[in-house]
């Protein structure tokens, strides 16, 4: 089992920057790949971006490329997503998920069925 546990939403105005955080517990050796994902109200969960847990190798989509961030601190078990010139259609719950079934070296998973464990999500709007 893995828990994990998402901070930093909040609101901000278009423009501005949030960090989102995502603490990881449990079986943590055993993790391939963690992302984040996004939910809207009335939308499907969309991928956002996703990392090699041991590489760092990562992969975006494409509306986030070049704002957002993503990394991880191998010590601290944590996820990060740095997410700058902030939109009102970044406005969701972000998500944090870990995959810790087998993956192909350097693959990155980018659909939600990929990922074994979710946590309870974080609110981000972006508003004036």
């Known amino acids: 089992q893995v828990q994990l546990v998402e901070s930093g939403g909040g609101l901000v105005q278009p423009g501005g920057s949030l960090r989102l955080s995502c603490a990881a517990s449990g079986r943590i050796f055993s993790t391939y790949v963690m992302g984040w994902f996004r939910q809207a109200p009335g939308k499907e969960r969309e991928f956002v971006a996703t990392?090699?847990?041991?590489?760092?190798?990562?992969l975006y989509t494409d509306s986030v490329k070049g704002r957002f961030t993503i990394s991880r601190d191998n010590a601290k078990n944590t996820l990060y997503l740095q997410m700058n010139t902030l939109k009102p259609e970044d406005t969701a719950v972000y998500y944090c998920a870990t995959r810790n079934t087998y993956s192909p070296a350097e693959y990155l998973h980018s659909r939600v069925r990929d990922y074994d464990y979710w946590g309870q999500g974080t609110q981000v709007t972006v508003s004036s």
């Open positions: 990392i090699r847990w041991s590489s760092g190798s990562t």
